[in-house]
């Protein structure tokens, strides 16, 4: 636990150094505050905000400041002058960033087994032994899977290949891969797949089929060699050794392949875990050294072998938020120095705060992506909120069981199960997020609410979601008060989101 933590943390304002009767409550819209170092944050639900001097703070909540005045003018702009606020133009604005709510969901997993030949020992999908055939997905449920996923009325799909270990029933993968892509023909959705792997089940002719059918390919990195291979334990060869070959392979044959080598690369993703918090340096260094531009400093959460193993691998929240600011300060500083290298959850909050995007990461959207963002299909054909609703149900808890692949699609999205998941997604309906800043750019994710706090509403208070979110939004507030031009410009760099259409089947 640390005495003084590293990251600064943000704080509510002091109301009572302003005199109540000098409010002018009509002058400005709706907006919550925070101080950030010496000065105060105000956020609008538009997703508007300043930072303010405390001078200039106190004028605008007396409605002093006069058209005309610089003051006045930066309110104005900021939409936090209640009567010059377009309404038509924040109308269109709020459609295109809510654009997700006019259509159904566009992430479809499918488990296609639960078996995996590694034995992680944080693994959150709680997996079974290789021998475990009866653990796949069928080809039958596999192609009522893909029925139900066309049904969604998204125009773009992405189907990910999620397991235990997904190439384990590599027959069904590329059944579906065939499947879809022919039941698309007739239908012309955005298709495309994703598949999430460790990478030791991979050959030649595997990784051939998934280059010719654009299936873009995710893995699990957690560092240099001691580090990966101790968590990520694999008894058939050096994971670590087979996972930098196959990702350096991949790579190259993307370079061969014309494709732009900036941005078509093998995703990886580390699982922070108590062994990573001091090696924050090295975690970096070896993801730029295997050649990845992004870092998804993903916690451990509570699902699965994760929760067994908390007493070995977890910490504390103050502990893993140090972590958090060591490395996106030295990714930062390798920025600095002219590595091109990003944190994920840095790169999305700042798509928010900075080009008024809302890039749809489903945990961190209002509402979440429980049901209307994703779906997750398991083996025996049962219909899940998410990832981590089929995660609880492997736990033993099919709480977020919402059906199966042989329900009618309507049915399913307008179900009592659905909506009330959707309901306790929304900041909205959360008494603490109603007044708070980040509001307008943070989101819910009720699986975690419901395994950490016993209710799919949870309590923000106390909550390590909210306290992981807070904290990272006052880190980067306070990285954005006192950055100079070239760092915003590092900044807005990572906000810079582009398409990959190459891996668009259809
Ligand atoms: S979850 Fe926490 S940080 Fe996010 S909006 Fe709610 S109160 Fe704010």
Known sequence: MLDAPLLPRGRQVDFTTLAPERWAPDFATPFNQRM?????????????WLLLTPDEFCSFVEGRPQPGEPLYEKLRGASFIAKAVDIAAQAQRWRRKKQYLFHGPTLHGFVLTHRCNLV???CHSSVVGMERT???MSREVAERAVDLAFQSTARGLTIEFQGGEPTANWDVLRHVVEYATHKNRGIGKVLSFALVTNLTLMDDERLAFLLDHKVQICTSLDGPADLHNKIRVFKGGNSHEMLVYWMR?????????????NHYRVEALPTITRPSLSRWKEIVDEFVAVGCRAIFLRKLDP???????????????????EFYANTVDYIIELNRQGVQVMERHAAIMLNKILIDEEPNFLDLRTPGGACIGQLGYAPDGGVYSSDE?????????????????????????????????VMAGLNDAQPDCVSCVYKPWCGQQVEYNYKTQGSIHGHMRDSNWCKKHKSVFDYLMHKLASADESDME?????????????????
């Open 490 to 506: 590092m900044f807005r760099r990572w906000t810079t989101n582009r398409t990959l259409d190459h891996f668009i089947v259809q």
């Open 134 to 136: 009866d653990t796949d």
């Open 389 to 421: 609703g089929r995660f609880v149900a492997a736990m033993g808890d099919d709480m977020f069981r919402i059906g199966s692949v042989d329900d009618d699609y309507r049915q399913l999205m307008t179900s009592a199960a659905t909506r009330a998941l």
């Open 249 to 261: 392979k991949i790579n190259e044959r993307y370079r061969e392949m014309g494709l732009d080598t």
């Open 36 to 48: 950030i170092g010496g000065k105060v944050l105000v956020t609008n639900d538009f997703g508007d």
């Open 303 to 321: 699902f699965g072998f994760a929760a067994r193993s908390a007493k070995t691998l977890g910490y504390s929240m103050d502990e893993y938020l």
């Open 120 to 122: 992680c020992q944080y």
